[in-house]
């Protein structure tokens, strides 16, 4: 099924508003026409909770003061707001989406930050009441802020590295520009690629849309420090790049089959090191402080374009944790079954080190993995690796293909 969300009316122009008028968003007015374009009008329902509420329009301004809904008058209006927001969850439920796309900051719609409730513009963390509603009931929510971030352009293209497999993505891109791997800052002149990989950076559209595409990338275990690991993911910033598409191949801890394509929702970094553990490092990503937290460092909102991608290939799509170690040894069993107590779904020797700078840098991070093997078998070699990475890498090709589709961008 394509992608389907639910999305605050007054973005798409409805006029709803308090103040009678409406707030259309450009972004989600484009990305609204891309899906009703691939799924037809049932692709897009919209909401707006306070007229569900049975709030007039225009009305008087309210903001969440406490666990209540107060409008400036004084007046409780908690009871409308929260009858709303039910409504508007039924009606999200009913139209088979999981991804909703509300107005920042409201009292309804407001997601990770609201009115304060003094009516003095001031904003403080927090969820509108709908908002609330929504997350309790499963969905990803977003506001209209971060479509307008994610929303690919030339001058924000979208980066992907990719891992052993997926080499032929790069294929298919329409090149305006190629950069040498040695002429980017920090990247190891002397480094050679690994079998799968190659070091030049293509920038051009992937069915017309915007990317800097990575073809290869060096490893921890071949010396490197994770200031020279990430130097793809600083150089793709550098050129404007705000999502990030990282891939690559990983043995299942648990029971997901070889050949499965896996998202990855969280990450655990056990190579011994941290990119922001330098002063180099934080002084190249030009970061005030290397304290970040890492919780939320793969975006849900991508996660949506992916899982729709992988419905619409037909494609079966695991989900799960991502351990990073150290390599170049593949693991032992006793190493598997302690990876499978601490919660991992999937292990690799990549990524963990550029899913932390990117996530550093702003960026908003979709993680992908190919499923090579079953990891901790006497059997496991890096020719079985490539293989099965050749062989399952269409389907991931198809499903990164996808989720270009549905980011679509500015000029689509």
């Known amino acids: ?15 709803c508003r308090y103040d009678g008028g409406s707030k259309p968003h450009l972004g989600c007015l484009r990305l609204a026409r891309r899906l009703r374009a691939q799924g ?19 009305r008087t301004p309210a903001e969440v003061r406490g666990d209540r809904v107060v409008r400036s008058d004084g007046i409780d209006v908690t009871r409308a707001y929260t009858d709303g927001a039910a409504r508007s969850v039924d009606i999200a439920k ?26 003095s513009g001031r904003v403080v963390p927090g969820d509108g009441v709908a908002a609330q509603m929504l997350k309790r009931e499963g969905f990803t929510v977003v506001d209209e802020e971060l479509v307008k971030y994610c929303e690919p352009s030339f001058e924000h293209p979208v980066a992907i590295v990719l891992g052993s497999g997926l080499g032929a993505l790069a294929d298919r891109v329409r090149a305006v520009r190629r950069i ?78 070889p050949g499965t394509t896996g998202i990855i929702r969280d990450q655990m970094n056990l190579t011994g090191v941290n990119p922001l553990a330098s002063a180099a490092c934080v002084a190249e990503a030009e970061i005030e402080v290397p304290f970040i937290s890492m919780a939320g460092g793969y975006s849900s909102y991508l996660a949506e374009f992916a899982r729709a991608a992988a419905q619409d290939a037909g494609a079966p799509l695991a989900e799960g944790v991502y351990a990073g170690l150290l390599g170049p040894t593949y693991e032992t069993a006793a190493e598997v079954r302690a990876l499978g107590v601490l919660g991992a779904d999937y292990v690799g020797m990549s990524t963990v080190c550029e899913a932390i700078m990117a996530h550093a840098l702003g960026m908003q991070v979709l993680g992908l993995t190919l499923v090579t093997n079953k990891a901790g078998l006497a059997s496991n070699t890096h020719a079985e690796v490539l293989e099965e990475a050749e062989r399952g890498g269409e389907v991931c090709q198809k499903i990164i293909l996808g989720v270009l589709r549905y980011l679509g961008g500015s000029h689509s």
């Open 1 to 15: 099924m394509p992608l389907r969300i639910v999305i605050s009316d007054c973005l798409l122009g409805a006029a």
């Open 40 to 58: 037809g009008e049932r692709a897009v329902a919209p909401i707006c909770p306070e007229m569900l509420g049975g709030l007039p329009c225009p």
């Open 94 to 119: 009913a139209s088979g989406a999981r991804l909703a796309i509300l107005k920042a900051r409201s009292p309804s719609c407001g997601s990770g930050a609201i009115y304060d409730g003094t009516f």
């Open 180 to 257: 040498p791997y040695e002429d980017i800052e920090g990247f190891p002149a002397e480094a050679i690629p690994v079998e799968g990989h190659r070091f030049e950076v293509l920038v051009g559209t992937i069915d017309g849309v915007p990317v800097v595409v990575y073809p290869g990338r060096v490893h921890l275990y071949q010396g490197y420090s994770a200031l020279e690991v990430t130097s793809l993911i600083r150089h793709a910033h550098r050129l404007g790049c705000r999502d990030i598409i990282l891939t690559c191949a990983s043995g299942a801890v648990g029971d997901i089959e």
